[in-house]
Each structure stands twice: as structure tokens, then as C-alpha cells.
């Protein structure tokens, strides 16, 4: 794995295909599941302006991790999908350890934002960009896959030295794991902490980093999620 990353190779953006007009979203189930109010319009016009959205990625920026969106049926007119909460795995000894980690990380964020009058509920620092590149889509599914209890968010578009900074000490109590790709607009924070330019991945949690070339990802993903963890 390349510890310090990436590839100066711009996203490539796709243009999303429009549903045709009057074309419905309906949620069932728990709507507790989303990050906010808003968030169920917003997933909602995802859905309508992207004929091929990712149900995955759209998840990760807008349903709370303890709960799963589903896609129950699909017409030319008509979308449904189905929100519940996750089945809680039964506990056992080994992970008892965890979960009292997990508690005391949980108390800490909340001391946090009780000093800095935030939340971890939706800010410009919790959503992320709207569009991504089929690479970095990969990427946050692969990410999800390795850790379903953290949210993850694309900040491509937004990386440069200073908000580099910002995102990382924002999320610092949260569970919001930021990635990113290498581009000519934050190449300023890709090349400092990569050693090889075909590193063009950056994950980021809790003020740390890893940077890794995608067409290696499926060799180091678990290498490189080894920093989102309980610390």
C-alpha cells in the first residue's frame, strides 16, 4: 500500500439521466433513519434528477448508519423504497471491549459539540459533494462494505489545503469518513502525502490519511481503513 498518495488524473463527471416528469419517490418505513428533514427531500431529488443513481452512496450521505434503505419496486412512473433500522448483531464477550470504546467516543462527541454549539447532524461539513466520479463511488461502497456503521462523504471538489483541515477537525467526534481523488484542483493536498504519483485515492478519519492508487484497491482496502476505528 502507497502510505502517502495518488494520481493527478481529473474526475471524470457524467451527465445524470432526468426521470421524465411527475415522476414519484415514495419512502415507507422509518424516516427517523435519515440524517435530517431535509435530508428525505434531498435523497428524493438525487433519485429524480439521477436515473442511475447509486443507492449506496446516496445512503452514506443521508441515511443514518444504523439504518438501511431499500429499493422495493420500480416503474416508469413511480419509485418505492423502505427504510428500517438495522438488525442489532447479539453481543458478545470479545466485542465488549469495542462497545465500550464506541460509548466513550460517542460521550466525547457529545461534550464537543456541546462546547462548540454543534451537532452531528447535517452541516457543510457532514454532506459532502452531490456528484461523484464511478471511481470514487467504488471507493465509498467499498469503504461501507468494510466499515457499515460510519457514514462516508466525497470531498473532491471541495479538498484544498485549507478546508483539508477544516473537514478533518469537523469531523474529528463524528462518524463521517471523507474521501477523495486526485485532481488538478487539490493536487496541493494529494502531493505532500503521497509518494507515488499514481496515487490518486485519499480516505480520512480522525485526523489521519491514507492514499492509495485505486487500481489497487481491492489489495489495500483493508489496509486502508485500518484508521477508521475506535481510538
Known sequence: ????????????????AQQAQGFAVYIEGDKAGFVSKSAVDKF??????????????????????????????????????????KPKAKQNQGSYSSDL?????????????????S???ETKYTIGQADSSDMIKDVMKQVQEKRP????????????PETYVEYQKANYYTNIVMVAERTVSNESVFA????????????????????????????????????????
Request: no cysteine; hydrophobic share 35%; net charge positive.
Open 1 to 16: 500500500m502507497e502510505q502517502q498518495e495518488q494520481t493527478n488524473a481529473p474526475a471524470q463527471s457524467t451527465q445524470p
Open 44 to 85: 428524493k431529488l438525487a433519485v429524480k434528477s439521477n436515473g442511475n443513481f447509486d443507492l449506496v452512496a446516496l445512503a452514506s450521505q443521508y441515511v443514518k448508519p444504523e439504518f438501511q434503505i431499500t429499493q422495493e419496486s420500480r416503474t416508469d412512473r413511480e419509485i418505492k423504497f423502505n427504510i428500517v433500522a
Open 101 to 117: 470504546k464506541e460509548r466513550l467516543r460517542e460521550k466525547l462527541g457529545e461534550k464537543y459539540n456541546a462546547r462548540t454549539n
Open 119 to 121: 451537532s452531528t447532524k
Open 149 to 160: 456503521a460510519y457514514r462516508i462523504i466525497d470531498i473532491t471538489n471541495i479538498l484544498n
Open 192 to 231: 505532500p502525502r503521497s509518494n507515488s504519483n499514481k496515487s490518486n485515492i485519499m480516505v480520512m478519519y480522525q485526523g489521519s490519511y491514507r492514499t492509495f492508487d485505486y487500481g489497487l484497491a481491492n489489495l489495500v482496502m483493508d489496509s486502508a481503513v485500518e484508521i477508521i476505528k475506535t481510538k
